[in-house]
T-cell receptor, first 113, second 115 residues
Framework: GENVEQHPSTLSVQEGDSAVIKCTYS??????FPWYKQELGKGPQLIID?????GEKKDQRIAVTLNKTAKHFSLHITETQPEDSAVYFC????????????FGKGTKLSVKP | SAVISQKPSRDICQRGTSLTIQCQVD?????MFWYRQQPGQSLTLIAT?????????ESGFVIDKFPISRPNLTFSTLTVSNMSPEDSSIYLC????????????FGSGTQLSVL
């Protein structure tokens, strides 16, 4: 089955710097790769996603890149702000079902003002 | 996107008791799922809640421990039965379908502590 590895587990940056979180997956049949942001006491919030027919997607300060050959995808946050501080999870679909997601272990991002 | 409401938001329960968590979606969705998030950990799929039929459980999860109902396209319940401290987790309802552009959205979760 699918396995998703996520690095780093913690990341601390200065406000205004960029943050990059990387994930690798094992199942070449996976086609859908969402990223979620989880703040303390809340459920995961979908922030961006990418499908396998696209190499890069951007939404304001957030971008995701996908390398299907190497089976890795990354989240890039530019001009970080203190409100970006949260735990970020990457995920990959399992068995072709976009509801059955395999999640990485999460990255705790701290943005220092 | 869909708005997913869960009740209760948190509870403290005694060992051996059961708790039923309710999940309500504000639009008809194709699929509903229940995930577990153990303290400081990632999310693990418990089961897919199927409308009008038995839920589909992932490896390591069984119906006797986590009975699930889904009577219609917008509502589901998860029961955590005969609880032990190891069941202390956040339980998350999620849903996807045409109304969510096939993207998976989550409720705010139920934080369960078992004493």
């Amino acid at each position: 089955g699918e396995n998703v590895e996520q690095h780093p587990s913690t990341l601390s940056v200065q406000e205004g710097d960029s943050a990059v979180i990387k994930c690798t997956y094992s199942d070449s049949a996976s086609n859908y790769f969402p990223w979620y942001k989880q703040e303390l006491g809340k459920g995961p919030q979908l922030i961006i996603d990418i499908r396998s027919n696209v190499g890069e997607k951007k939404d304001q300060r957030i971008a995701v890149t996908l390398n299907k050959t190497a089976k890795h995808f990354s989240l890039h946050i530019t001009e970080t702000q203190p409100e970006d501080s949260a735990v970020y999870f990457c995920a990959a679909d399992s068995g072709g079902s976009q509801g059955n997601l395999i999640f990485g272990k999460g990255t705790k991002l701290s943005v220092k003002p | 996107s869909a708005v997913i409401s869960q009740k209760p938001s948190r509870d403290i329960c005694q060992r051996g008791t059961s708790l039923t968590i309710q999940c309500q979606v504000d639009s008809q969705v194709t699929m509903m799922f229940w995930y577990r998030q153990q303290p400081g950990q990632s999310l693990t799929l418990i089961a897919t809640a199927n409308q009008g039929s038995e839920a589909t459980y992932e490896s390591g999860f069984v119906i006797d421990k986590f009975p699930i109902s889904r009577p219609n396209l917008t509502f589901s319940t998860l029961t955590v039965s005969n609880m032990s401290p190891e069941d202390s987790s956040i339980y998350l309802c999620s849903a996807t379908g045409q109304t969510t552009n096939e993207k998976l959205f989550f409720g705010s979760g139920t934080q369960l502590s078992v004493l």
